[in-house]
């Protein structure tokens, strides 16, 4: 059984910094493209960035020179560094892996950012 476990929320001021880590555990192949979303509250899951299996990034426009999308396909691990933080960056953010196999989800890690 695969399981996406995120680490690296929490609280930040506005302007400040924060990594995320999403990791799988299990045996999960093929990965096809890696991707973070994040849900404000009231507001829909929205993607905020997405890495392809050659390494190609591409990012929403609010979080563009902002935010970082890498990959360690060795470990099956992906990160968001995240600088210059606004407070509408508030929100539960998701790692989603796919492949031809489906798709798996994180359970979420909440990043807050204080005004």
């Known amino acids: 059984q695969v399981q996406l476990v995120e680490s690296g929320g929490g609280l930040v001021q506005a302007g400040g910094s924060l990594r995320l880590s999403c990791a799988a555990s299990?045996?999960?192949?093929?990965?096809?493209?890696m991707s973070w979303y994040r849900q404000g509250s009231g507001k829909q899951r929205e993607l905020v960035a997405y890495i392809t299996s050659g390494g190609s990034a591409n990012y929403a426009d609010s979080v563009k020179g902002r935010f970082t999308i890498s990959r360690d396909n060795a470990k099956s691990t992906l990160y968001l560094e995240m600088n210059s933080l606004k407070p509408e960056d508030t929100a539960v953010y998701y790692c989603?892996?796919?492949?031809?196999?489906?798709?798996?989800w994180g359970q979420g890690t909440q990043v807050t950012v204080s005004s």
């Open positions: 989603k892996f796919s492949g031809t196999w489906g798709a798996y």
């Open positions: 299990g045996s999960i192949f093929s990965i096809n493209t």
